[in-house]
């Protein structure tokens, strides 16, 4: 049981990188469930410098307090399911509007996501379906002004091509706080075209 918690980074807002032992990307996972893989003795191998110093009791022979150093990039022993492997992200608001970075995809203006829309290019009454590859952010304004007409009927050009993400797309998009050493990783695990447009 965890008497006290120290840290050398920000101990709520990070989260460590889960790998299986073959280095497949898994997902995101807290500091308490990195903490269970290396009492478990389940970590395989780390990448990275340690990002938390997480204090456990105190032993009474030596009177010395436990520490476990968690780096940012864990793999645990075992290999993941083949059905666990690059897995569709989820189509959330929340992840269309990171994808998009927020952006309105008709009228190019940045705005906060409570003022962002989901909006079907083909809209659902034509046969569009609610999928990535349909779906762009838009302010409330240029939603209500396309209607149910497509872009080209609404004389409303796209500003991008919706495109789906990759599972380490999503894991970028959906992390405001990755470390410089899981960043490296996930980079490196991208398609070269974007790599090319993250740098």
């Given at each position: 049981?965890?008497?006290?918690?120290?840290?050398?980074?920000?101990?709520?807002?990070?989260?460590?990188?889960?790998?299986?032992?073959?280095?497949r990307?898994?997902?995101?996972?807290?500091?308490?469930?990195?903490?269970?893989?290396?009492?478990?003795?389940?970590?395989?191998?780390?990448?990275?410098?340690?990002?938390?110093?997480?204090?456990?009791?105190?032993?009474?022979?030596?009177?010395?307090?436990?520490?476990i150093?968690?780096?940012?990039?864990?793999a645990?022993?075992?290999?993941?399911r083949?059905?666990?492997?690059?897995?569709?992200?989820?189509?959330?608001?929340?992840?269309?509007f990171?994808?998009?970075?927020?952006?309105?995809?008709?009228?190019?203006?940045?705005?906060?996501?409570?003022?962002?829309?989901?909006?079907?290019?083909?809209?659902l009454?034509?046969?569009?379906?609610?999928?990535?590859?349909?779906?762009?952010?838009?302010?409330?304004?240029?939603?209500?002004?396309?209607?149910?007409?497509?872009?080209?009927?609404?004389?409303?050009?796209?500003?991008?091509?919706?495109?789906?993400?990759?599972?380490?797309?999503?894991?970028?998009?959906?992390?405001?706080?990755?470390?410089a050493?899981?960043?490296?990783?996930?980079?490196?695990?991208?398609?070269?075209?974007?790599?090319?447009?993250?740098?």
């Open positions: 049981m965890l008497a006290a918690v120290g840290s050398e980074g920000d101990i709520h807002s990070t989260r460590v990188l889960s790998l299986d032992a073959t280095g990307i898994l997902d995101w996972i807290s500091w308490q469930d990195a903490v269970c893989l290396y009492v478990r003795e389940a970590v395989a191998w780390t990448l990275g410098d340690p990002c938390l110093t997480i204090h456990g009791g105190w032993n009474r022979e030596t009177d010395q307090q436990s520490q150093h968690l780096h940012p990039i864990v645990s022993r075992g290999q993941a083949a059905q666990a492997i690059d897995p569709s992200p989820a189509l959330t608001n929340a992840a269309l990171a994808r998009d970075s927020y952006l309105c995809l008709y009228c190019g203006e940045h705005f906060p996501r409570s003022h962002l829309t989901r909006d079907h290019v083909m809209p009454s034509k046969g569009g379906r609610d999928i990535w590859q349909n779906v762009v952010s838009a302010c409330l304004h240029c939603n209500v002004r396309k209607g149910s007409r497509t872009p080209q009927q609404a004389h409303m050009p796209l500003l991008a091509v919706p495109f789906r993400p990759s599972w380490v797309e999503h894991l970028i998009l959906s992390n405001r706080n990755i470390l050493d899981q960043m490296e990783f996930l980079r490196n695990h991208l398609p070269r075209k974007r790599r090319r447009q993250l740098q």
